[in-house]
């Protein structure tokens, strides 16, 4: 019995298993609307293991950042756009060279940096570097962030800022046929500026003219008598 796994063991065993299969699916299912539910179910998964880390800041920061805002972007974006899906997988395999270099890479540094982990562990005689706070890990990670990382968190906001801005850039344009109204001018017109009172002469009224016909037959009218 002492050979058992306990609960916390099974649970992650159970939540990498989802994450693992869900992942695989967002990228080999068909219909990107499933892809994107599966991608939620994904990073459901990656919060549930984060909790079971005891990091549960970031697990709600997972949740709430990524399933309550990005993919509800996503999959508005992909419910509501005309695309042609059939075409674009017609042109997959063109992209295949570049995504499996990609992949290779990103697997290199995974090992790379697992590797790396594994030896400082091994290799570590006695003592700890962690600084042990009294409190909730949400405020060692604001005090990790703001003080040792202070320059890599400035960095990447104005990294987010200048993104932000130059979205906005390219997507703003002045089109000739929006037509839009200044409240400041609004509020500045005077009544000379907008309303022009004319003086005209009054005409007499003139009596309609005797249409040709009814002359006609009262000239033959007159004719008989």
Known sequence: MSD??????LVFYVFSGVLLLSAS????????VHAALFLVLAFFSASALWM??????????????????????????VMMLDINFEELRTQFRSYLPVGLLVGAA????????????FKRQAGATGGTNAI?????????LGIELFTKYIYAVEIAGVLLLVAIVAAIALTLRDRRETRY????EQVLVK???????????????????TPPAAVAAAAVVEAKK
Request: no cysteine; aromatic share 6%.
């Open 106 to 117: 990103i697997f290199v540094e995974m090992v790379l940096v697992l590797s790396l982990s």
């Open 4 to 9: 058992l796994p306990d609960l916390a063991t």
């Open 181 to 184: 109204q200044n409240p400041g």
């Open 52 to 77: 079971l880390l005891k990091a549960e800041f970031l697990a709600i920061a997972l949740v709430l950042v990524y399933v309550g805002a990005v993919m509800v972007l996503f999959l508005f974006v």
């Open 25 to 32: 699916r967002v990228i080999s299912v068909k219909n990107p």
């Open 132 to 140: 042990l706070l009294d409190g909730s890990n949400t405020k060692a």
């Open 191 to 209: 009544r000379n500026d907008r309303l022009r009172i004319l003086k005209m002469v009054s005409e007499k009224p003139v009596a309609a003219e």
